[in-house]
């Protein structure tokens, strides 16, 4: 017996899935996340979850790990002390930046802090210009001088970024090799291995991105090999990359910035495949967590990759999953600021010491603790009974927030309820009605440990009429793990106007990124069936400063893909900024490649229709405060694990599972499909 195993592990708890290959059995585990060294959890996890289907890790023939170690490191501004060498002239374009303020409209917001300070950004004389020709060579010497004098500073990374190092690597790749020899203990990145592309800012930072969080996932990665081959797990282990694929961990530990949204994109893969099950291609995903909400549109089946994106306040080129996240989670604090008003996260209470309710010395209230005093959430333990829960002391927690606002405990614990989920409806029209989509159109997947708790609500307050609640919503993201592909993306800028005098280039540049690609496959072992590459263009008219990705067609490079590549580029502007200017030229700026080693995925079988009934699967009865229903309302309490495929439900209702909480508002019929998804639907 091989069990496919998939762990991510987040801000509050660790989640385990396995799965296994020969009988389709699906069973998920969860723990407590160990903040102080995560890989400890993840150990526990794979040490409980296999012990829970009498097998030992050695049984494990794929391990997958989704983490949030880069993004909580960069956003706590834990990383190492890190240098930057750069062209003569260009070190405060680290500082310098855009010139723009995070927020247009607020004049007391800060930037966030610079990674490496000013006495650590240091120039040596080299130049090249835009066409690769070079004006002033390398300077070997300075260089030198220089990595000894940021090794004389203590540093533990060193970042290299050269003016159009992208076009030319010559000067980069010198500067690597001196670093290997004079400064070989230290993590070093030179800027075209992480960010091959144009707009010298943006590069700089991905460059000291990534040095600065180099030596914190080396050191957590060697960790987590040491704990699972201690174990007895002969298994390769594969991390996710923030654009939904997983590489090995040996990539993983050279590309760290590549896994800032490494955690919340397996949960969109994992969404993708159940709403492909269950019927549904066009889905909001919405994963509520302990410490924040991660959402994002899926159009067609498909998410939106984006090439770039700004990750709490630093720009970072690579390849990821158009993603929005906010902070609003389970362990979200209510509080009340200085206006009087309440107020909800993006402080958590985290996994230590966690909500109120918890016991473990927490006075604050947060979402948790609103939902245990308004009985949505199990009054008495969480996990199947293995966490207990405190409600006297929820209570005590709200009514003094309560007093404070001069509200009674339910009015209080319902407001916390009703700001943190215009929090989160605020996340989704980012990511829809902002870019044009009604999410009235879309079904709204709710998961997460907290998602199903609060997607009634927030369906309601976007009047998104269906919401998808996964079999077990609570681990979709450790369960993406097992649904996702080895991936890997190369990216060159060369810049062209579309025409036929481009055609020449525009093969080589494909050519030489296969040639990259192809090097990737035989790294990680990936035989010639499994192989996949995936061509896109960034496009834009003359005297735009913004690309929209267009896919290339399969095939040979000519005339019919520059067509193809025209009329999807003029279709993909229409939608995005509502018109089409005919007569401006149309540029070339990026060469893209998407390779996926294409790996066994845990696959799902349709259940029999057992009828609407769900008498069974009753276990209790709660009363529950509904402001829809005017108060207090007695609901039935439901066991998930005792649902059949065609049983329905209809509202106010609640179903529990070991994982999460799905509330059914009144007016709402749930019901399971073959897949035992659980669909809720107005009326």
Request: proline share 6%; aromatic share 6%; charged share 20%.
């Amino acid at each position: 017996m091989t069990w496919r195993v998939g762990v991510d592990s987040g801000g509050t708890f660790t989640d385990v899935c396995l799965f296994d290959d020969a009988t389709g059995r699906v069973e998920v585990w969860k723990v407590a996340s160990t903040p102080d060294d995560p890989s400890r959890g993840i150990a526990d996890g794979v040490a409980e979850g296999t012990s829970r289907v009498d097998a030992v890790p050695a049984a494990i023939g794929y391990f997958g790990h989704g983490t949030t170690v880069a993004t909580n490191t960069l956003i706590q501004h834990r990383g190492v002390r890190t240098g930057l060498i750069t062209t003569e002239g260009f070190r405060d374009l680290l500082e310098i930046g855009r010139q723009k303020r995070p927020d247009l409209y607020d004049l007391q917001i800060d930037k966030p802090p610079v990674l490496v300070p000013r006495d650590l950004r240091l120039e040596v004389p080299e130049r090249l210009r835009h066409d690769g020709s070079v004006e002033i060579p390398l300077d070997e010497a300075a260089f030198r001088a220089a990595v000894r004098q940021l090794r004389a500073a203590g540093v533990q990374a060193v970042a290299v970024c050269f003016l159009y190092g992208f076009v030319r690597t010559d000067h980069e790749e010198t500067a690597r090799r001196i670093l290997a020899e004079d400064f070989p203990e230290a993590f070093a990145c030179v800027s075209h291995q992480v960010a091959p592309e144009f707009r010298e800012f943006e590069r700089m930072s991905t460059a000291v991105v990534n040095a600065y969080l180099g030596p914190v996932i080396r050191g957590y990665i060697e960790r987590l090999a040491g704990r699972l081959a201690g174990l007895g797990m002969t298994a390769t282990p594969h991390l996710t990359q923030s654009n939904g694929g997983v590489i090995g961990f040996e990539q993983a530990a050279r590309l760290p910035v590549r896994t800032v949204l490494s955690g919340p994109s397996t949960g969109v893969v994992g969404a993708q495949a159940v709403g492909r099950l269950a019927g549904y291609s066009d889905m909001i995903t919405f994963d509520m967590g302990g410490t924040s909400t991660d959402v994002a549109l899926l159009q067609g089946g498909a998410c939106r990759m984006a090439s770039e994106a700004v990750v709490h306040g630093y720009p970072i080129k690579a390849p990821m999953l158009d993603i929005h996240t906010v902070g609003a989670g389970g362990g979200s604090i209510a509080f009340v600021d200085s206006g009087g008003l309440l107020k909800v996260g993006p402080r958590s209470a985290g996994a230590d010491p966690g909500p109120v309710c918890y016991g473990r010395g927490n006075t604050e209230p947060t979402v948790t603790d609103a939902n245990v005093v308004l009985g949505t959430l199990n009054p008495t333990h969480l996990l199947g009974g293995r966490m207990a829960v405190r409600r006297d002391l929820a209570d005590a927690a709200i009514e003094r927030l309560a007093a404070t606002l001069g509200m009674g405990k339910m009015a209080t614990a319902q407001g916390i309820i009703s700001v943190v989920t215009a929090n989160m409806a605020r996340a989704i029209r980012v990511i829809s009605v902002q870019r044009g989509h009604d999410p009235r159109d879309y079904t709204l997947v709710a998961f997460g440990g907290a998602g199903p708790l609060h997607a009634a609500r927030l369906a309601a307050a976007l009047d998104i009429g269906r919401i998808l609640v996964p079999r077990n919503p609570g681990i979709l993201c450790a369960m993406g793990l097992l649904l996702t592909d080895l991936r890997a993306d190369f990216a060159s800028t060369r810049l062209h106007t579309l025409s036929t005098a481009a055609l020449p280039d525009i093969a080589d540049a494909f050519r030489v990124l296969a040639a990259q690609a192809d090097v990737w496959f035989t790294e990680e072992g990936i035989e010639a069936p499994a192989r996949r590459l995936t061509r896109t263009v960034d496009m834009r008219y003359a005297g735009q400063n913004y690309e929209l990705a267009i896919p290339l067609p399969d095939g040979p490079i000519g005339p019919a893909s520059l067509e193809a590549l025209a009329e999807a580029f003029a279709a993909a502007h229409q939608r995005m900024y509502g018109f089409v200017a005919e007569d401006d030229p149309m540029q070339l700026v990026t060469f893209r490649v998407e390779a996926a080693g294409i790996v066994p995925k845990a696959t799902f079988k349709p259940q029999p229709d057992a009828g609407p009934d769900t008498a069974s699967a009753i276990i209790a009865r709660r009363d529950v405060w509904l402001p829809e229903a005017g108060g207090f309302v007695t609901c039935p309490v439901y066991d998930r694990d005792h649902l059949r495929a065609g049983n329905r439900i209809a509202g106010p209702a609640i179903v529990e599972q070991m994982d999460a909480t799905t509330v059914v508002l009144p007016g709402m019929v749930a019901r399971v499909e073959p897949y035992l998804n659980l669909v809720m639907e107005t009326e």
